[in-house]
C-alpha cells in the first residue's frame, strides 16, 4: 500500500493523499492546491478512511485469509443491542483463542501467554526453550485483524 498522509489545508479541512504526489503548500504548511483522494472537516473521519483503504487493499490481496474483527472493550461497555464503533489499525497477524483472552502473537508478551495456558508445574518446571516451544505450538490462526474502536485517534 502507497504510504499515505493526513494533513490540513488552507480551508481549515483535513485531507488523505499518496505522499509521493506532489502539492503546493502556504507558510504555515497546510495544503493550498493540488489533489486529495479524501476531505473531510474531520482528522477522525480521514483516519477512518484510511483505515478502510488498508483494509480493502489487504482483503484485495490476501483473499485467503479470514478478516478478524477485535472488538475494544470500551465499544460494548453497557447492555443495548448495538455499538457505533469505528475501524481501527489493520494488519496482518495471527491469533490463539484461549479459554479467557484472545491473544496476539506479535503483540502478547510469549512468557504471559505460557504462565495463562500452563500449569503450575509447568511454570514452575519447563525452561523458556520448551515454554518458547509449547506457545508456538499453539493453534494460531492467521488473518487481518481489524481493531474495532470506540475512537480512532
Do not use: H
Not at 483522494?37 to 479470514?66: F, G, H, Q, W
Not at 490463539?96 to 503450575?120: H, L, M, Q
Amino acid at each position: 500500500m502507497e504510504q499515505l498522509i493526513i494533513g490540513e489545508t488552507d480551508r481549515g479541512t483535513y485531507y488523505v493523499r499518496p505522499m509521493s504526489w506532489a502539492g503546493i503548500w502556504d507558510k504555515d504548511g497546510k495544503l493550498s492546491g493540488c489533489n486529495t483522494l479524501y476531505e473531510s472537516e474531520s482528522e477522525d473521519d480521514c483516519k477512518s478512511y484510511v483505515n478502510r483503504r488498508k483494509l480493502l487493499e489487504m482483503i484485495a490481496d490476501n483473499p485467503e485469509l479470514p478478516v478478524i474483527p477485535m472488538v475494544s472493550y470500551d465499544c460494548v461497555a453497557d447492555d443495548c443491542g448495538y455499538w457505533l464503533s469505528r475501524f481501527g489499525n489493520v494488519e496482518i497477524g495471527e491469533i490463539y483463542e484461549g479459554e479467557e483472552k484472545v491473544y496476539i502473537r506479535d503483540k502478547d508478551d510469549w512468557n504471559e501467554i505460557f504462565e495463562d495456558i500452563s500449569t503450575a508445574w509447568e511454570v514452575a518446571n519447563l525452561s523458556d526453550e520448551e515454554a518458547e516451544k509449547k506457545v508456538d505450538s499453539l493453534d494460531w490462526k492467521k488473518g487481518i485483524i481489524v481493531y474495532i474502536e470506540s475512537d480512532v485517534g
